[in-house]
Nanobody, 129 residues
Framework: QLQFVESGGGLVQPGGSLRLSCAAS????????IGWFRQAPGKEREAVSC????????NYVDAVEGRFTISRDNAKNTVFLEMNSLKSEDTAVYYC??????????????????????WGQGTQVTVSS
């Protein structure tokens, strides 16, 4: 079993904050770039953020730029997504995964979901008043 376990989701009011955790199971996540993705009901899965294996490079989609922060603690084999100023449109199941595709950049993560594997089961984030 090589996958991530996401946790930290829940119900929060608009403007609130949550911190999601992504813990690697059965492997060292430091080997990989890590991405956070989300899928809302009736919508396709979309990228949210990613972080390079070293943690030196991070990327965010415009919808979350300035509100979310991705980080990692390789010593703890865990990646985090801190979400602030949450909006109702952030409601989704959030997943993390490792960028495992052969030929992917050695230093920069991508938002191409097809490049990722070791998907977790997801954690539900609901933003509602």
């Amino acid at each position: 079993q090589l996958q991530f376990v996401e946790s930290g989701g829940g119900l929060v009011q608009p403007g609130g904050s949550l911190r999601l955790s992504c813990a690697a199971s059965g492997f060292s996540s430091s080997t990989y770039h890590i991405g956070w993705f989300r899928q809302a009901p009736g919508k396709e899965r979309e990228a949210v953020s990613c972080i390079s294996r070293s943690g030196r490079t991070t990327n965010y989609v415009d919808a979350v730029e300035g509100r979310f922060t991705i980080s990692r603690d390789n010593a703890k084999n865990t990646v985090f997504l801190e979400m602030n100023s949450l909006k109702s449109e952030d409601t989704a199941v959030y997943y993390c995964a490792a960028e495992v595709a052969v030929g992917s950049s050695a230093y920069f993560c991508s938002f191409t979901s097809g490049n990722y594997g070791f998907w977790g089961q997801g954690t539900q984030v609901t933003v509602s008043s």
